[in-house]
């Protein structure tokens, strides 16, 4: 026993000296940085990013010191993750000096590029430091200091000047359903005096919450009126109950948040929405998140029947039933996914999107009563959109075009914590499908707002983390995204206190272990890439911006009814994202709202399913002299699995392929015949079978090629850059200003952002 006792004090011993020596170091480190800041200051160089860099490791070592003096509390919060569970007691343990010894790295490189600065060995473009309350929303970019600038906060941090200053200002203000305290619309005095109170503050948005109601109104509008609360929306949107309640809620609070800066980032009009309605008789239990309706949702979906259908034979048809009328018709809800594909299913599918929208629609108009400048958003996960599932009830064209703003809570996985391999992991350094593919749509249908993500998941979820997470992945993720239009951030999470304490809402939270709050160079890497940005931000913009002349046809026809629609769609604008193309999608309603011109040609793969309606805005556009590439399994039946007239060419082009190769290629010869390709062309060359560096190019105000890399390949990739056929170059490093290879290695999760011109 005394050896035993020998020995762990030995381990304390040696873990309080190695401690020491990594803070020590680190804050030696640190006033040698200050001095290194002082004397670039003295020659104009920017240090925007030494001084977040500072400030960041001041932040990260008091942190470690909190988890030096609790590594129980740690513990037990590792044993919450599967892939940590058998090591929560040393990653526990080893927490506080991993993080010191990330602190040292990350001040290590801050001096190593500063003092090449000095040496005038690389080069900076100044960044603006961004004062959050001058900023301002213009169309689809905010602006400060009239340029373009992109931000980033995060969930929870607390509002100190230490966490505030170099890692995001956001403000923001939360209603909820229970501030209507009375029947009479007599609303919660603190929350109004907190409102009363509050300044104009910084830029931020409105949350409006609806997980809880009143208690008078269980009483007013029965005790079936608080459902799904499980979920974000833990009550019947469908009961006119929710109606009085909400139209008591904003028309007390929207007049007092109108034009304060708090509010210019919208009102978010939901957390995470979705309304899963189906059951699996197989697996004798509900899937996840899943529920039934109301009588009130049932007696609106009989209404919407007769709306679509016009006569209750026409239904009878149809669904092979014998009703006697609308409102004889019977429906089991939560509906079995064995229906998936028949007309019941797309039926009910269908009518649950339009239901949800339509009382998204409501709470909109709602506030615009009120405040006629105010936009709203919702916190859409757009996986509810890139993924197979239909009959969650969320439209996302729909509720995109209605919104203000392009809200949403985009992710990326990286590594899983727990379950079977997935297919992009065998291919890809992290899953880009929802952030791509969804960013791509959402601008699509509204290419003239901002892209707000409300909750960003690319550092972590639950089920997606890494301790010793590649700095570099927050850069190439966060570049990325930025490409694909997001505006602005609030990042998942900040789950500790100004002390360095875990906060009260993370306490029990599966998703803290192994987080960013436990990564001083992620999340200082991820300040570090906003500033590169917004030092660039003209040339993101005018990407983000950038004509996108092939469109991906979408069909909410063939994706409520197909098994698995969205994977299909996948394949085709994965065998198109690699090519230096700008890409977007067409629907129905983009045909119809939006100039035609706009795109050069359509491709429609894998599509059998789609409504008169869809088919009519493909012919038209071929009628106005469009271009389509049509495989031959595509717009055959209409919802209910009814033969279709097939089109026709009118003015226009129809081009027969069927395999996404053959697509791609005739693609790019479409393109190349009306000069629409760049003027760069890249080689690749990597191990895997297929590509990996998603690139794009745009001329910046000197007329010059600005070409954009990131390499979200598992492999390293070899690139042959040439301008106009010509690989006797000049590439120029943005971000180091040095002149680079044009016969660039990229490895995985690595940015490659340069300017390209001709030698002489």
């Not at 392929?657 to 005739?666: D, F, G, P, T, Y």
Request: net charge positive; aromatic share 10%; charged share 25%.
């Amino acid at each position: 026993m005394k050896q035993v006792l020998f020995y762990l004090v030995l381990f304390l011993s040696a873990n309080i000296v190695q401690a020491q020596s990594l803070e020590t170091a680190a804050n030696s480190k640190i006033k040698i940085l200050e001095k290194l800041v002082k004397k670039a200051e003295k020659k104009n160089i920017d240090v925007l990013k030494e001084k977040t860099t500072i400030r960041t490791a001041e932040i990260f070592l008091k942190y470690a010191n909190w988890d030096d003096k609790n590594v129980k509390i740690n513990e037990s919060l590792y044993k919450l993750v599967p892939s940590f569970k058998n090591q929560a007691v040393k990653m526990a343990e080893d927490l506080p000096n991993f993080e010191r010894k990330e602190v040292n790295l990350m001040l290590d490189k801050a001096i190593s590029e500063i003092e090449s600065l000095l040496d005038k060995k690389t080069f900076r473009k100044a960044s603006p430091k961004v004062d959050w309350t001058k900023v301002t929303v213009e169309n689809d970019q905010l602006t400060f200091n009239n340029r373009p600038v992109f931000l980033a906060d995060y969930t929870w941090k607390p509002k100190t000047k230490e966490l505030t200053e170099f890692h995001g200002n956001q403000d923001s203000f939360f209603i909820t359903p229970s501030f209507v305290s009375k029947e009479d619309g007599t609303i919660n005095k603190k929350r109004m005096d907190l409102l009363n109170e509050k300044t104009d503050g910084s830029l931020g948005f409105i949350f409006m919450n609806h997980k809880g109601v009143p208690k008078w109104a269980e009483e007013k509008y029965g005790p079936n009126f608080s459902m799904r609360e499980d979920t974000y929306t833990a009550y019947d949107i469908d009961n006119p109950g929710a109606r009085e309640i909400q139209t008591k809620l904003l028309e007390a609070f929207v007049p007092k948040i109108a034009g304060k800066k708090f509010s210019q980032l919208g009102y978010m009009l939901v957390n995470e929405p979705h309304f899963y309605t189906y059951t699996d008789a197989k697996k004798k239990k509900l899937p996840w998140a899943s529920g039934g309706v109301s009588q009130f949702t049932i007696e609106k979906f009989k209404v919407w029947l007769s709306k679509k259908h016009q006569n209750i034979a026409a239904l009878n048809t149809v669904w092979n039933t014998n009703f006697k009328d609308f409102n004889n018709v019977q429906i089991d809800i939560p509906i079995d996914i064995s229906l998936k594909g028949s007309p019941i299913w797309y039926d009910w599918a269908a009518f649950n999107m339009d239901r949800v929208t339509d009382w998204y629609a409501f709470l909109k108009t709602e506030i615009t009563k009120h405040d006629a400048d105010a936009k709203v958003h919702l916190k859409i996960m757009p996986n509810l959109w890139t993924k197979n599932q239909r009959v969650h009830g969320i439209d996302l064209e729909a509720l995109t075009d209605l919104s203000g703003i392009i809200g949403n809570d985009s992710g990326a996985d990286h590594t899983y914590t727990w379950g079977k391999p997935h297919e992009w992991q065998k291919h890809y350094a992290f899953e880009w499908r929802e952030l791509c593919m969804g960013y791509d749509f959402m601008k699509s249908v509204s290419p003239n707002k901002i892209n707000f993500n409300s909750e960003l998941h690319y550092l972590s979820t639950v089920r997606s983390r890494k301790l010793d997470l590649d700095p570099n992945y927050a850069r190439a993720s966060f570049w990325l995204a930025h490409s694909y239009g997001m505006t602005a951030s609030q990042i998942w999470y900040w789950p500790r206190n100004a002390d360095g304490s875990i906060s009260n809402k993370a306490k029990k939270d599966k998703g803290y272990a192994g987080s960013n709050n436990q990564q001083p160079r992620v999340t200082n890497e991820v300040a570090m890439t906003l500033i590169d940005l917004n030092a660039n931000s003209e040339e993101i913009m005018a990407i983000q911006r950038d004509r996108k002349p092939v469109r991906l046809f979408y069909s909410k026809t063939s994706a409520i009814n197909k098994k698995a629609h969205m994977d299909d769609l996948y394949r085709l604008y994965e065998g198109l994202n690699f090519e230096g193309i700008p890409l977007g999608f067409v629907t129905e309603n983009i045909i119809k709202k939006q100039n035609n011109k706009n795109w050069d040609l359509v491709a429609v793969y894998n599509t059998p399913f789609v409504t008169k309606d869809e088919l009519n805005a493909l012919q038209t556009y071929l009628n106005n002299g469009g271009t389509i590439i049509l495989d031959d399994i595509s717009l055959v039946k209409n919802e209910y699995g009814n033969e279709l007239i097939a089109l026709t060419k009118g003015k226009g082009t129809i081009i027969r392929l069927n395999s996404v190769a053959k697509i791609r290629n005739e693609v790019l010869s479409l393109l190349k015949g009306k000069n629409l390709l760049s003027d760069i062309s890249i080689e690749e060359t990597n191990t895997a079978d297929r590509k990996g560096c998603i690139w794009r190019v745009v001329k910046n105000n000197a007329g010059n090629n600005v070409l954009s890399i990131v390499n979200v390949g598992k492999t390293d990739a070899s690139l042959k850059i040439s301008l106009k056929g010509n690989e006797n170059i000049i590439c120029k490093d943005l971000i180091k200003g040095i002149s680079v290879s044009s016969t660039p290695i990229l490895k995985p999760n690595e940015v490659y952002f340069v300017e390209l011109t001709p030698k002489k």
